[in-house]
């Protein structure tokens, strides 16, 4: 196996994923690297991307439209858009300390949180702001 190749996939898809910032799903993925690199095969990639979730440098979003993928590992929630399907990141200093809190006060280790909000994004609430107050 090329190593040297596998590693900078690796690279290429924590890159992609840096640009997009949109939490894509492993199709809307996987064209965008094809679009770098049009000799990688999609096999290789899925295989790359669930490698890099095991090393913990991507996190796999499970949403109600499926796997999202994000390249930030920070702790933070996740809004999902009811009406463009967009994910919308949220960070809450709150948040953090509350899970730190749980560690300390249960004596466990919370390795990944999974809370995901369903409502209305920031841009479709504007949108519909002004659509009503021009009828
Ligand atoms: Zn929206
Ligand atoms: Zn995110």
Same mark, same amino acid.
Request: overall charge neutral.
């Given at each position: ?8 996939? !690796?690279?290429?898809? &924590?890159?992609?994923? %840096? ?7 492993? #199709?809307?993925?996987?064209? !965008? ?17 669930? %490698?890099?979730?095991?090393? +913990?440098?991507? !996190?796999? &979003?499970?949403?109600? #439209? ?16 009811? +009406? ?8 809450? *200093?709150? $948040?953090?300390?509350? &899970? ?6 249960? #004596?466990? +280790?919370?390795? *990944?949180? +999974? ?7 920031? %841009?479709?609430?504007? $949108?519909?702001? %002004? #659509?009503?107050? &021009?009828?």
């Amino acid at each position: 196996m090329d190593i040297g190749r596998n590693t900078w996939q !690796k690279q290429l898809i &924590i890159d992609t994923l %840096k640009r997009e910032k949109n939490h894509p799903t492993i #199709s809307d993925l996987y064209d !965008k690297i094809k679009a770098v690199d049009d000799k990688v095969g999609q096999a290789t990639v899925y295989r790359n991307v669930n %490698k890099l979730v095991e090393e +913990k440098k991507i !996190k796999r &979003i499970m949403t109600d #439209s499926g796997f999202r993928y994000d390249c930030d590992c920070n702790d933070h929630y996740h809004l999902e858009c009811n +009406k463009c399907g967009n994910i919308i990141d949220l960070y809450d *200093e709150k $948040y953090i300390r509350l &899970i730190r809190r749980l560690e300390d006060e249960y #004596s466990i +280790k919370i390795e *990944e949180s +999974k809370i995901l909000f369903s409502g209305i994004c920031d %841009k479709c609430l504007n $949108y519909e702001r %002004k #659509s009503s107050s &021009i009828n």
